[in-house]
């Protein structure tokens, strides 16, 4: 039974047929479907997905499997069928396999109360080179899919769903990678079955908070905003990078600055004192590219405070962060951050100044404190400091300096976050866990932001080498092991304005 995908941001250009299907599929679903769409790109990035293939679809009419009665009409099922992609690339469910996850390279059969629908906004990406792997129950073993069992002489590929912002994964996708495989690009990988007429992934909606949903983004309205305003402050260097941020990369955060509500961008650094291996803004050596370009200027405490005063006087719920996904470092910028601090807060005392930051100089956090920052998150892939050591391969600073920042902010009474990237059958690891507890007990954090890692898991794991026998707790465990332990830290995907 095959089925579809999903919406996202930047499109192939597809076939009007088969767009029509995708339509037809999010019809049926109810999804919002953006006006005036932007399918062909100027600045879409093809070298991108070079390995990863968006889904074309088709409803396959005449594919009769034998087993098809499993999923048939009326009869509900509680075990997701295995999903694979075609030669032709369409996705197919084969439920003579059942769906499994993986957790450190790993198999494993998710539980039906793990699994939710896809939500509205994710994709679904082809593997290329990894046979997809499912639990054959009768066996009571799993295996991988060798070819596609409508057409043995045809080759198969895995499936894996990259789901939208707020939802957390329980389990990575079960594949095999033949060898010669290349490596994955910067996206997070989730695994991703079929099961009584949807797709369905094991992860949670671990914030509530709709400020990065897919259907609250009305495009047309975006791009007149962004052009208005860009037009109008032609001078304002920041506000033109924004501008293309939102319309070019599709940057939920810049789209809401120009929807003038929640949690807007504030990028100043063009360099880093870290070399994080997943790093999206920059990519050195790897073959991999970067997804979205590093501003390439520092801008100035006006152009900062002409972005960000409106913003946090007229939005709802209102937050600014510097730190973002198209820049460095922001403490390499320390002094302007400061210089515009103050500046905003001569001007308005409205709304939360929030930093993303690696948490390297934890002075200059001091500083920011004093100038009026009221909220900061720093980011780490381990509580570990043996691996974070290996994930950011820090220049001059080191676990301890990010850990010294946390507690700096709230010393002087802010609010702190950890952007936590989680891996499963890493970040669910006992001693991971372990060190968690450490690093909430001796800093006094806030809120834990559970995001999922955007990286090939296998070349991750390879690089760090956690051991991988370790007993791992599952990352359901894990998330209500925080919670009863620690029933002040809140757990979540966004930075809140501090009430
Ligand atoms: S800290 Fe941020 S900008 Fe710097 S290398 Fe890491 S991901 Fe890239």
Redesign the pocket.
């Given at each position: 039974m095959a089925i579809v995908i999903c919406f996202h941001f930047a499109f192939l250009p597809i076939p009007s047929n088969l767009m029509d299907c995708k339509l037809e599929y999010a019809i049926n679903k109810g999804w919002h479907i953006p006006s005036g769409h932007p399918r062909d790109h100027k600045n879409f990035k093809p070298e991108l997905f070079e390995t990863v293939v968006r889904v074309p679809s088709r409803y396959p009419k005449t594919t009769k499997s034998p087993l098809h009665g499993h999923t048939g009409p009326g009869r509900q099922s509680h075990h997701p069928a295995l999903v694979y992609a075609d030669a032709e690339g369409h996705i197919l469910d084969w439920p003579a396999l059942e769906m499994a996850g993986a957790g450190g390279g790993e198999w494993q059969r998710p539980r039906f109360s793990e699994l939710v629908p896809l939500p509205e906004g994710s994709e679904l990406f082809l593997l290329p080179d990894r046979l997809p792997v499912g639990f054959n129950s009768a066996l009571r073993r799993f295996e991988p899919l060798a070819a596609d069992p409508f057409a043995p002489e045809k080759p198969v590929r895995a499936v894996a769903a990259f789901i939208s912002p707020a939802y957390t994964h329980l389990y990575s996708p079960a594949y095999r990678t033949r060898s010669g495989a290349p490596l994955l690009p910067l996206f997070a990988y989730t695994a991703v079955g079929w099961l009584n007429g949807n797709f369905v992934v094991p992860a949670v909606r671990i914030d509530s908070d709709r400020r990065q949903d897919f259907c609250n983004f009305d495009l047309k309205l975006i791009e007149r905003n962004a052009r208005r305003r860009m037009s109008a402050e032609r001078e304002n260097r920041l506000l033109q990078h924004l501008g293309k941020c939102a319309l070019t990369y599709g940057c939920p955060a810049a789209k809401n600055l120009f929807m003038n509500r929640w949690e807007a961008p504030l990028p100043s650094?063009p360099e880093?004192?870290?070399?994080?291996i997943?790093?999206?803004?920059?990519q050195e050596s790897t073959g991999l590219s970067a997804t979205q370009d590093?501003i390439d200027f520092v801008p100035t405490p006006e152009e900062i405070s002409a972005v960000a005063v409106p913003h946090l006087q007229e939005a709802q719920r209102a937050v600014v962060s510097f730190?973002q996904?198209c820049?460095?470092?922001p403490l390499l910028q320390a002094k302007t951050l400061e210089a515009s601090i103050r500046m905003i807060r001569g001007a308005t005392s409205r709304g939360t100044i929030n930093l993303n930051?690696?948490g390297s100089l934890p002075e200059a956090v001091e500083k920011l404190c004093r100038a009026g920052l009221q909220s900061i998150r720093v980011?780490m892939n381990s509580a570990r400091p043996e691996y974070y050591q290996k994930y950011?391969r820090p220049k001059g600073f080191s676990f301890e300096d990010a850990r010294r920042s946390i507690s700096v902010v709230k010393a002087n009474g802010g609010f702190a976050s950890i952007n936590y990237f989680v891996l499963p059958g890493f970040t669910d690891q006992e001693s991971e866990w372990l060190s968690l507890r450490k690093l909430i007990a001796e800093t006094g954090l806030d809120l834990i932001q559970m995001r999922n890692l955007n990286i090939d898991p296998e070349w991750y794991l390879d690089i760090l080498k956690p051991d991988l026998r370790e007993k791992k707790l599952g990352m359901s465990r894990l998330l209500s092991m925080i919670r009863q332990d620690f029933p002040h830290v809140r757990l979540g995907y966004f930075n809140p304005p501090v009430e």
């Amino acid at each position: 039974m095959a089925i579809v995908i999903c919406f996202h941001f930047a499109f192939l250009p597809i076939p009007s047929n088969l767009m029509d299907c995708k339509l037809e599929y999010a019809i049926n679903k109810g999804w919002h479907i953006p006006s005036g769409h932007p399918r062909d790109h100027k600045n879409f990035k093809p070298e991108l997905f070079e390995t990863v293939v968006r889904v074309p679809s088709r409803y396959p009419k005449t594919t009769k499997s034998p087993l098809h009665g499993h999923t048939g009409p009326g009869r509900q099922s509680h075990h997701p069928a295995l999903v694979y992609a075609d030669a032709e690339g369409h996705i197919l469910d084969w439920p003579a396999l059942e769906m499994a996850g993986a957790g450190g390279g790993e198999w494993q059969r998710p539980r039906f109360s793990e699994l939710v629908p896809l939500p509205e906004g994710s994709e679904l990406f082809l593997l290329p080179d990894r046979l997809p792997v499912g639990f054959n129950s009768a066996l009571r073993r799993f295996e991988p899919l060798a070819a596609d069992p409508f057409a043995p002489e045809k080759p198969v590929r895995a499936v894996a769903a990259f789901i939208s912002p707020a939802y957390t994964h329980l389990y990575s996708p079960a594949y095999r990678t033949r060898s010669g495989a290349p490596l994955l690009p910067l996206f997070a990988y989730t695994a991703v079955g079929w099961l009584n007429g949807n797709f369905v992934v094991p992860a949670v909606r671990i914030d509530s908070d709709r400020r990065q949903d897919f259907c609250n983004f009305d495009l047309k309205l975006i791009e007149r905003n962004a052009r208005r305003r860009m037009s109008a402050e032609r001078e304002n260097r920041l506000l033109q990078h924004l501008g293309k941020c939102a319309l070019t990369y599709g940057c939920p955060a810049a789209k809401n600055l120009f929807m003038n509500r929640w949690e807007a961008p504030l990028p100043s650094s063009p360099e880093c004192n870290a070399r994080c291996i997943g790093c999206i803004s920059l990519q050195e050596s790897t073959g991999l590219s970067a997804t979205q370009d590093r501003i390439d200027f520092v801008p100035t405490p006006e152009e900062i405070s002409a972005v960000a005063v409106p913003h946090l006087q007229e939005a709802q719920r209102a937050v600014v962060s510097f730190g973002q996904g198209c820049e460095g470092e922001p403490l390499l910028q320390a002094k302007t951050l400061e210089a515009s601090i103050r500046m905003i807060r001569g001007a308005t005392s409205r709304g939360t100044i929030n930093l993303n930051t690696n948490g390297s100089l934890p002075e200059a956090v001091e500083k920011l404190c004093r100038a009026g920052l009221q909220s900061i998150r720093v980011s780490m892939n381990s509580a570990r400091p043996e691996y974070y050591q290996k994930y950011f391969r820090p220049k001059g600073f080191s676990f301890e300096d990010a850990r010294r920042s946390i507690s700096v902010v709230k010393a002087n009474g802010g609010f702190a976050s950890i952007n936590y990237f989680v891996l499963p059958g890493f970040t669910d690891q006992e001693s991971e866990w372990l060190s968690l507890r450490k690093l909430i007990a001796e800093t006094g954090l806030d809120l834990i932001q559970m995001r999922n890692l955007n990286i090939d898991p296998e070349w991750y794991l390879d690089i760090l080498k956690p051991d991988l026998r370790e007993k791992k707790l599952g990352m359901s465990r894990l998330l209500s092991m925080i919670r009863q332990d620690f029933p002040h830290v809140r757990l979540g995907y966004f930075n809140p304005p501090v009430e």
